[in-house]
């Protein structure tokens, strides 16, 4: 020890301690970037081991997981977070962890005992707590089984985000007329490309109908209605960065050697650390390798010498809300399809760190907790797979034993958790895709909307049928793709959702896939992760040449040069793309503004945020209907101008001010922070981040790329061929801001570089070992 406890955090890779509970001595071998190999004679030691190098490495990413989902933040963090922690109290996670750990098979539980017994024995034997604590006055409270769910749990509500949208559906339903909703709520959009087709070959997209002046006439609307349309500019939300991901396989039919190969780029929020960890597990007969989860043993996406797997998050529907009716006579009841019931109460304590704790009440009813009130105020329940404690299990650490496909297959068909579109390959070249996690099987409804289940005619009735469950096995194209995008024919689709990503990624990858003129090889694969072109925009940068063509005024021309100089990619050199981009949410917001007046008529905080919102936007501009231009306008040519002067503007007023060619890396920015930087120090701030470099990439690419969103990871791999894999973090191995681990591994993820995806040469052992007896 220094004595310096800053230092003194710093994990230790060179040595040996004893931990009770292991059979046999377990080594920690890591490379120079700190990526180790865990192996053991056991797979419970390895477990443990896991655990001790997690709680080295990411301990307090750990607790802010767990404290996030049971909405316990302000006990260390204090009262800034209480806002959070009520909200976060209305799913009683805590509950459902605790009811996870007590249903797990004892297989399971072993492995999760012998997990949380390496998390504390290394908490027990640290030389100081992790540096944040000391930073927030704080220490660190031992790991328990629930807290492993917790981190589940969060993982649900980083990824399902279907209850916002829904809200507003309901908003939408009961101010405009049917024909329009669905006009501005479509499904599908004429660049889908599902995995699995139509009958009759194709994707399914049928046009909504533009609704015809008898629904909507924006040519009655007053000047003063357009004048207060426009003092709402962000009625419009920009299109959400959806957790997603790409993900992709080619069978051995498409490599040189009849190699099967896997692609995987998780986009999540970035923050430093990253959420994932690298490492590698290896007990006698068992070895894998990939990215695991802190806070939960084995590998979430990774390799074994027989299978290699890949996710993305599968953006279908797990959450309902349900509009309770309250009985006019006595406040106190709700309705039940057997009568009137009386609402329960739970009263939560949440405890403040440097404050009093705060009692929470919390009403409850059958179906859940209320948690909201609808714009009308009635009471509302969301109903989440989240909630029930049979759709979070351990099923996934089941892959280390699965051998075929097939096997690998029913792994995730049986793994509950937060819903996956899962790609695989095999070791024999072959691959498939299969969608995981458990389904509502809703009766009486589509869940596109808030109902009442008041009488008894709509509800969920367990979980869908496992023959409904879509799954591809050895396509004849020898390709698999998802994009977080429709993947199933209509049929199918609909009983999942109606609120999918855009289309585009998975368009291009499948452009990509079908187009290639030799065997794919993982440089290839790795390649396609890298993409940057927009396709999208390039519709608006053909709009924009013809708009300005022959144009004389100075600002326009010079605009119109920065346009055509776009090469299609968003690379950080590029001019036009910041300004196509202010363009096109100008579009969005002028074109979509007005035909949301009824809806903000009856509820002022409406906003309009579907995901496939651009298909109607293309849809009216290809079109144009006069009836539906917006007021103030002769023309939708005139409309275009103006919203090219006002993206000019934008970036005029951006901080620092951007000229009208500005290029992407000028906007593109990272800005991967450590969750405490803004409550740092000014003279710490710098230590706890990623350099703010300019990003390559776009929402739209598949290279997908924010300042605090993007590829939370790079994998490229095929089983049993893992040392000629690849893998990519945005951050380091170690969430210590001083180590030398923090953000070594940055600079290769920004630049594309290969890295391999096995440890290099071992720099550092350390051994765990059981007591002397």
Not at 38 to 56: P, Y
Request: net charge negative; hydrophobic share 45%; aromatic share 6%.
């Amino acid at each position: 020890m220094s004595g310096d406890p800053l230092r003194d955090s710093l994990p230790v890779y060179t040595g040996e301690t004893t931990i009770s509970g292991l059979t046999a001595p377990v080594t920690i071998r890591r490379d120079v970037q700190a990526v180790p190999i865990i192996e053991g004679a056991a797979a419970l030691d390895v477990m443990t081991a896991q655990g001790f190098v997690h709680s080295q490495e990411r301990f307090f990413q750990m607790d802010l997981a767990r404290r996030y989902a049971a909405g316990e933040l302000a006990e260390v963090v204090g009262p800034p977070m209480l806002a959070t922690d009520r909200t976060m109290r209305h799913h009683r996670f805590r509950s459902v962890a605790a009811a996870v750990v007590a249903a797990l098979t004892p297989e399971d539980r072993a492995i999760l005992d012998a997990y949380v017994r390496g998390v504390n024995a290394y908490l027990a034997q640290a030389a100081a707590p992790p540096p944040e604590y000391a930073l927030l006055n704080a220490k660190p409270a031992p790991w328990t089984a629930e807290d492993s769910i917790l981190v589940i749990l969060s993982m649900y509500d980083a990824l399902h985000r279907e209850a916002s949208v829904e809200a507003r559906m309901g908003v939408m339903q009961e101010a405009m007329p049917a024909e329009l909703v669905a006009f501005l709520t479509p499904d599908t959009t004429r660049d889908d490309s599902p995995l699995i087709l139509e009958p009759d070959g194709t994707n399914g997209h049928r046009p909504a109908l533009i609704p015809a002046p008898e629904i909507i006439d924006l040519r009655t609307r007053t000047t003063a209605d357009a004048a207060a349309a426009w003092l709402m500019d962000d009625l419009i939300e920009p299109r959400p960065l959806l957790a997603g991901s790409n993900n992709w396989a080619v069978a051995g039919t498409r490599t040189t050697d009849g190699r099967a190969i896997v692609a995987n780029d998780p986009h999540l929020m970035l923050a430093a650390p990253v959420l994932w960890y690298r490492c590698e597990l290896a007990w006698p007969g068992h070895r894998a390798v990939g990215v695991s989860l802190p806070g939960v043993p084995w590998i979430v996406i990774g390799s074994t010498d027989h299978l290699a797997w890949g996710v993305t998050n599968a953006t279908a529907d797990f959450q309902d809300w349900i509009i309770v009716e309250v009985d006019p006579d006595d406040p106190s009841r709700y309705r039940t399809p057997q009568g009137w019931e009386p609402f329960g109460e739970i009263v939560e304590t949440i405890r403040v760190r440097g404050g009093a704790d705060e009692p929470l009440t919390l009403r409850t009813t059958r179906w859940g907790v209320v948690q909201a009130m609808d714009h009308r105020g009635r009471p509302m329940v969301l109903r989440w797979t989240a909630h029930d404690p049979a759709m979070t299990n351990l099923g996934l650490m089941r892959m280390i034993n699965a051998r075929t496909l097939e096997e690998g297959l029913a792994v995730a068909r049986a793994w509950r958790g937060p819903s996956q579109n899962v790609v695989m390959a095999d070791a024999t070249g072959r691959i498939g895709w299969v969608i995981s996690g458990g389904y509502p099987n809703r009766a009486g409804f589509s869940g596109k909307f808030p109902e009442s289940w008041a009488d008894g005619s709509k509800g969920w009735n367990g979980e869908l049928p496992e023959h409904l469950r879509p799954q591809v096995i050895d396509p004849p194209s020898g390709v698999v793709f998802t994009a977080n995008n429709r993947t199933s024919s209509l049929a199918q689709s609909r009983r999942l959702s109606s609120m999918w990503a855009g289309p585009d990624r998975a368009k291009r990858i499948a452009m990509m896939l079908s187009s290639a003129r030799k065997p794919f090889s993982e440089s290839d694969l790795l390649d396609m992760q890298l993409d940057t072109r927009v396709t999208p925009l390039e519709a608006y940068q053909a709009l924009a040449l013809r708009l300005l063509d022959g144009v004389e005024d100075a600002e326009l021309a010079q605009a119109r040069q920065a346009i055509a100089a776009w090469s299609g990619e968003a690379e950080v050199d590029q001019p036009g793309l910041p300004l196509l981009n202010a363009w096109q949410r100008r579009v969005r917001t002028r074109v979509l503004t007005p035909i949301m007046r009824e809806c903000t008529a009856i509820d002022p905080s409406f906003r309009y945020g579907w995901y496939l919102a651009d298909e109607v936007v293309a849809r009216l501009l290809e079109e144009r209907p006069d009836h539906l231009l917006a007021p103030g306008f002769e023309t939708w040519d005139s409309l275009l101008l103006t919203c090219l002067r006002e993206a000019i503007a934008d970036l005029k007023r951006a901080q620092p001010p951007l000229p009208i060619d500005a290029t992407w890396g000028q906007v593109n920015r990272a800005a991967i922070r450590h969750p405490v930087a803004e409550a740092a120090p000014p003279f710490l701030r710098g230590m706890l981040g990623m350099p703010e470099d300019p990003l390559p990439g776009h929402p739209d690419a598949v290279r997908v790329a924010a300042p605090t969103f993007g590829a939370s990871m790079r994998l490229v791999v095929s089983p049993g061929r893992a040392a000629d894999g690849f893998l990519q973090l945005p951050t380091g191995q170690s969430g210590h801001p001083l180590s030398p681990h923090f953000r070594d591994q940055h600079r290769a993820w920004l630049e594309g570089r290969p890295t391999p995806l096995r440890p290099g040469e071992i720099v550092h052992t350390f051994t765990l070992a059981p007591p002397a007896e």
